[in-house]
């Protein structure tokens, strides 16, 4: 894998805001060492397999998407990354009360307008957001019976999954009309990004 960093340049990241995403990182690996925020084996390759795992969603949100929602948001990804990036009123969901504290610490350090929900997913009122996000969170059906009452008429889901998307996306047929496109992942040469529009709860077979 080339440069992380130069990666995220051609994504269109300005100096200004690689610095800020220069914060964030490392603001968490000074966390780390205090609560787990990452898989401690990914955090050398903290670039890589966080911020650029985030930040290749970035090019996915339309200009005029108004919400983001990120469902289980643990460290901030692909979340907060977004967020410095510049998607609009992004709402950030994380049940683990230290990890919204380390959430509200990396949001002020890098002057990011965030909300921060510390509550189960359950528990949120509907967020009408026209972009949901999740990234290593739960099975596809899972996340669909989650994701659904916070998506807007006419939005989307991103989830960032890896080499079991295709069995998840068979199952989740069983329970959910979905239009799905599948982009591959610029990290993982197993991963896919899921981009999911017209989610309905209903079955595909007729």
Request: aromatic share 4%; net charge neutral; with cysteine.
């Amino acid at each position: 894998m080339s440069d992380p960093r130069k990666r995220l340049s051609t994504l269109g990241v300005s100096r200004e805001t690689m610095a800020r995403l220069e914060i964030y990182a490392t603001l968490l690996t000074r966390w780390q060492a205090r609560i787990n925020l990452v898989g401690p084996d990914t955090l050398p390759d903290l670039w890589t397999r966080h911020i650029l795992d985030s930040a290749q969603l970035w090019p996915m949100i339309p200009s005029e998407a108004r919400r983001l929602a990120d469902l289980g948001s643990g460290a901030g990804f692909p979340g907060l990354v977004l967020a410095i990036l510049g998607a609009p009123d992004v709402h950030l969901v994380e049940s683990d009360a230290r990890k919204c504290a380390f959430l509200r610490e990396a949001a002020r350090l890098t002057e990011t307008p965030v909300t921060i929900l510390n509550r189960r997913i359950e528990q949120v009122e509907p967020l009408s957001a026209d972009i949901v996000t999740a990234r290593a969170l739960a099975p596809l059906s899972r996340l669909l019976d989650w994701a659904a009452p916070h998506l807007a008429s006419g939005g989307q889901c991103l989830f960032l999954k890896g080499r079991g998307a295709e069995d998840e996306l068979t199952a989740t047929a069983k329970e959910w009309k979905i239009g799905h496109r599948r982009i591959p992942s610029l990290t993982d040469s197993e991963g896919v990004v899921l981009q999911l529009r017209e989610v309905c709860r209903g079955s595909a077979q007729h």
